[in-house]
């Protein structure tokens, strides 16, 4: 049976073009001659219980890479992936500082739930346009204070993050803030790039810390009883507001 699966997941990579994405999620085995085939692959999925042999280093061609939720990934694995630009860290894994620290291509970094990256694994990491970093405890003010090319950030279920650091990323254009109760308004008052923000279930920001940003297209209210129509009347370019189970609104 394993060398029919083999046979097959052959057949298919062999036809695979260099805009393909392997979807290798949750299989308990990985053959190295089937990696043999896919080492131009730009994109590659490698989630839950799959288990990486030595021979993802030749994936040298790799642009994304989802190890989410992976416990067999360790640095060895990735030092030679220079080239990735999209990265997921997120969960459990072996990851550290060390493996993450090199790849200084990354663009798009999510270490949502992860508990073993700090400050220093991004702190170099200055091309970063896309941050990730729900329900992240590690990671501090002093870690993404100078990642000013950041234009999407997600602090949802973030308590580190603080107004001071937030402040600085001028340069933020779509802003998650779901349940996150240290961002205040004098965090987002003057980001006035901001295009996208999402509120859900978010107590802290009042029609203050956004009656400002002006270029709001996208607004999402979800389960936010302090945002009103003091703001939003003044919100003249946001055509997409979701309000549903808002109470003040």
């Not at 970063?128 to 204070?145: E, F, Q």
């Not at 810390?209 to 389960?223: A, H, K, P």
């Given at each position: 049976m394993d060398n029919m699966i083999s046979d097959i997941m052959i057949s298919i990579i062999q036809f695979l073009d260099f805009d393909s994405k392997i979807m290798l999620v949750r299989s308990?085995?990985?053959?190295?001659?089937?990696?043999?085939?896919?080492?131009?692959?730009?994109?590659?999925?490698?989630?839950?219980?799959?288990k990486l042999k030595n021979n993802i280093k030749n994936l040298i061609n790799l642009r994304e890479l989802n190890?989410?939720?992976?416990?067999?990934?360790?640095?060895d694995h990735i030092r030679l992936l220079t080239n990735i630009n999209t990265l997921s860290l997120r969960g459990p894994n072996k990851i550290t500082n060390n493996g993450l620290i090199i790849l200084t291509n990354i663009t798009d970094l999510d270490i949502g739930h992860n508990i073993i990256i700090t400050d220093i694994g991004i702190t170099k990491l200055t091309k970063?346009?896309?941050?990730?970093?729900?329900?992240?405890?590690?990671?501090?003010?002093?870690?993404?204070?100078n990642l000013t090319n950041i234009t999407d950030l997600d602090l949802s279920d973030n308590y580190i993050i603080t107004d001071n650091c937030l402040k600085k990323l001028i340069n933020i254009t779509n802003l998650s803030l779901n349940n996150n109760y240290t961002i205040m308004d004098n965090g987002i008052e003057k980001l006035i790039n901001i295009t996208n923000l999402c509120l859900i279930d978010n107590l802290t920001i009042t029609d203050n810390?956004?009656?400002?940003?002006?270029?709001?297209?996208?607004?999402?209210?979800?389960?936010n009883n302090t945002i009103t129509d003091n703001a939003l009347i003044k919100l003249h370019n946001c055509d997409i507001i979701d309000i549903s189970q808002s109470m003040h609104v």
């Open positions: 308990s085995k990985i053959y190295n001659f089937v990696l043999n085939y896919i080492y131009k692959i730009p994109k590659t999925r490698l989630n839950k219980n799959y190890l989410s939720y992976n416990s067999s990934t360790n640095d970063l346009t896309r941050l990730v970093l729900k329900s992240n405890n590690n990671i501090t003010d002093n870690g993404v204070k810390g956004i009656i400002n940003l002006t270029n709001l297209i996208g607004l999402n209210l979800s389960y």
